[in-house]
């Protein structure tokens, strides 16, 4: 009886003597809110929205247009070809208006040069297709920019978005923890993830349309060819 008592005193004594638990509970970590953290970006998130904005108006109204522009009527050269061997020069030409297509307004100009030499008749309708590829590649320039340009802004703004961070500490002096530099941090590398999402956007979408260009230039090469092969056709 006595060494049972003597184990029981034991126990109570070494339960008195620890410590309680004095860790704290660990606290819930708050989801990331993408929304607050870009307005923690700062100034600098500014011009990232508007070249963001800018792209993308570029981007879809670019698209509309370039699609637009090839559509191809595979039945184009064939009535073309048919009106100017039977001598129809201004049936030939409202079909070309009509069409209203690149192409069309390149065949139109070589039907209106028909008479002078070939060599002539080639450079007008070259001209003409250095000029519709222009305007098709209208706003090319400022979509490439927003490429190159936003993650520098990014990057801009991450270093002053640094120096601010360091500058709190050291106004901080003793008070200062890891707290204060880890959170200004973290809020200036928001400008570098936008940069790069924006410039890397841009640069699909750029690189997207110009290949939609070089197909229209295929095409509007292979119409110049097919009508100037037109012309060389020996008379029946």
């Not at 069409?99 to 209106?112: D, E, F, H, V």
């Amino acid at each position: 009886m006595f060494p049972l008592l003597s184990i029981s005193a034991q126990t109570d004594t070494a339960m008195a003597l620890t410590p309680p638990d004095l860790t704290p509970a660990a606290s819930a970590i708050p989801d990331l809110n993408m929304w607050d953290l870009a307005l923690k970006g700062g100034v600098m998130m500014i011009p990232l929205l508007l070249l963001s904005i800018l792209a993308i108006y570029i981007f879809i109204e670019r698209l509309v247009v370039i699609r637009k522009a090839a559509k191809n009527d595979n039945t184009f050269m064939e009535r073309i070809k048919d009106y100017i061997h039977d001598g129809e020069i201004d049936t030939a030409m409202n079909l070309c208006k009509k069409t209203n297509t690149p192409y069309s307004r390149l065949i139109a100009k070589g039907i209106s040069r028909l008479g002078r030499p070939m060599n002539d008749v080639l450079v007008a309708i070259e001209n003409v297709g250095n000029i519709e590829i222009a305007k098709l590649e209208k706003g090319f320039s400022l979509l490439a920019t927003t490429a190159a340009g936003a993650p520098m802004i990014g990057f801009l703004g991450t270093v002053t978005g640094m120096v601010r961070a360091f500058y709190n500490m050291a106004s901080a002096g003793n008070n200062a923890d890891i707290t204060t530099l880890s959170g200004g941090i973290y809020e200036a590398l928001v400008t570098t993830v936008a940069g790069l999402i924006v410039g890397i956007i841009a640069m699909f979408a750029y690189n997207y349309l110009v290949s939609m260009v070089n197909g229209v230039v295929n095409q509007l090469e292979a119409k110049t060819m097919e009508f100037m092969d037109l012309l060389n056709e020996p008379a029946e």
